[in-house]
């Protein structure tokens, strides 16, 4: 197993093993987000130093290339010069360098494919620091969720005694005595402090016409006979009653006329 595999699997059964620990599972899941945060650091670290050493190794590579080159250029030039046993020391070093470039090629080749696999270790680690970090958000959100019906029940619980609907009872109650008191105080107040004659008339008011009432809801239900000769006679009695008040103001009239009269003969 590499060094990420290690990590990540570290990294899980902390979570796990702190998860079942723990008192306060927000404040938990925080913390190890911030641990794993804390060792993608560290492992980014590690991933640079990688491709610095990738680097260095394809820097040295290419030296060693370019010494060998330039030892193969001088072994050309004593040949030229017909310096066979220079020639033949050039071509040594040519040989020596092109081995080291041989190798320093071969250590390159292998750690850029161990950086590459680095890279997509990191970045597989990175999505899993993700995913949690998701996966934490829900976790707290069940943990709120659960604490919250659990307050809820033990509210339920405690309601469930009678005791406190029987309080309800007994106050509503209390308040409406209380409430009859004080209308039945007032109404005493009024009758008995207040105008009387005002408050005689207003229960006038309140009762008047209940009596015409009933009887016409009896006289439609059939109970009681039409009265039509007792309302003809209260209406000939009005009628004779309204000739004889215009009789008395027309005497009243003339009687005025008759003492305006007289006046203004005195005078004259």
Do not use: C, Y
């Amino acid at each position: 197993m590499g060094f990420f595999g290690r990590l990540a699997t570290l990294i899980k059964s902390n979570l796990n093993d702190l998860i079942s620990k723990s008192e306060d599972p927000e404040k938990m899941l925080n913390q190890v987000i911030i641990d794993m945060n804390q060792q993608l650091v560290e492992a980014k670290k590690q991933v640079a130093v990688a491709i610095a050493d990738e680097k260095r190794l394809q820097k040295q590579f290419a030296n060693e290339k370019s010494v060998s080159e330039d030892w193969h250029k001088k072994a050309m030039l004593a040949v030229r010069a017909g310096d066979d046993e220079l020639a033949k020391e050039a071509l040594t070093r040519k040989k020596e360098h092109e081995q080291l470039a041989t190798s320093f090629e071969e250590q390159w080749r292998k750690q850029q494919v161990a950086v590459n696999q680095l890279k997509t270790a990191l970045r597989a680690l990175n999505n899993k620091i993700e995913e949690a970090k998701r996966k934490k958000n829900v976790l707290i959100a069940r943990q709120r969720r659960a604490e919250a019906m659990k307050s809820i029940q033990e509210t339920m619980s405690g309601l469930s005694d009678n005791s406190a609907f029987e309080t309800f009872e007994r106050m509503s109650e209390k308040i409406d005595q209380i409430e009859a008191e004080a209308e039945a105080g007032a109404e005493l107040s009024e009758e008995f402090t207040g105008d009387v004659l005002r408050h005689k008339f207003s229960k006038l008011q309140a009762t008047a016409g209940a009596d015409a009432d009933l009887e016409a809801l009896k006289r439609e239900m059939g109970l009681v006979a039409e009265e039509a000769p007792a309302v003809a006679a209260r209406v000939e009695a009005a009628a004779e009653e309204m000739d004889m008040d215009a009789e008395e103001m027309a005497e009243l009239e003339a009687a005025l006329e008759e003492l305006k009269r007289r006046e203004e003969m005195s005078k004259g």
